[in-house]
């Protein structure tokens, strides 16, 4: 498990210092639908599996499962709103060396339970707009996407599980 996450950190690194090279013209438009099932491993750093499929008019384009890989980059409470924020990256895995990475995800968190006073668990509502990938998904590559997961995540005592679904465009190069 640490050597799939110490490769994810380095693929994170080598995919933020390329998303300043991404052009912002889009080709192609993708319809992207999916869900995301995911355990906590800490406060930070949450593990799972992906369901991903994104189709271009009625043709699929890609449609795989895989693993994913989140990590907390940040977290607040929004002064204007007073609502908390966290800002995510993600490394998902489809096979061999088709791999996708976002980065300065955008979450929306609301409360939904406590424990001893605590929230415990949210609804959420995450933008992501900055991408790059590898061999299918490697037109990927721009900051140009509008995708949403919207779900749950859970730190209480009797659930650590985090469910979202996918929906959006992506911009194929």
């Not at 993708?30 to 008019?57: C, E, P, Y």
């Not at 900055?130 to 037109?139: D, F, H, P, V």
């Amino acid at each position: 498990m640490k050597k799939i996450y110490l490769f994810a950190i380095f693929i994170s690194t080598l995919i933020v210092t390329q998303l300043s090279l991404a052009d912002d013209t889009c080709n192609k438009v993708g319809k992207v639908s999916g869900r995301i099932r995911t355990t906590n491993l800490s406060d930070k750093i949450q593990n799972g599996t992906i369901r991903m499929k994104i189709k271009v008019g009625h043709r699929p384009y890609f449609f795989k499962k895989g693993r994913i890989i989140g990590r907390t980059v940040a977290q607040g409470i929004d002064t204007n709103t007073g609502q908390p924020f966290a800002i995510m990256e993600h490394n998902m895995f489809f096979g061999w060396r088709t791999i996708l990475a976002t980065s300065n995800d955008q979450a929306l968190l609301t409360p939904t339970r406590f424990q001893n006073g605590v929230p415990c668990a949210f609804d959420v509502t995450e933008k992501i707009t900055a991408a790059i990938g590898t061999n299918r998904l490697r037109s990927l590559s721009n900051n140009t996407h509008e995708v949403v997961a919207k779900g749950s995540i859970s730190f209480c005592s009797d659930n650590n599980r985090n469910t979202f679904k996918l929906s959006g465009t992506v911009c194929l190069d």
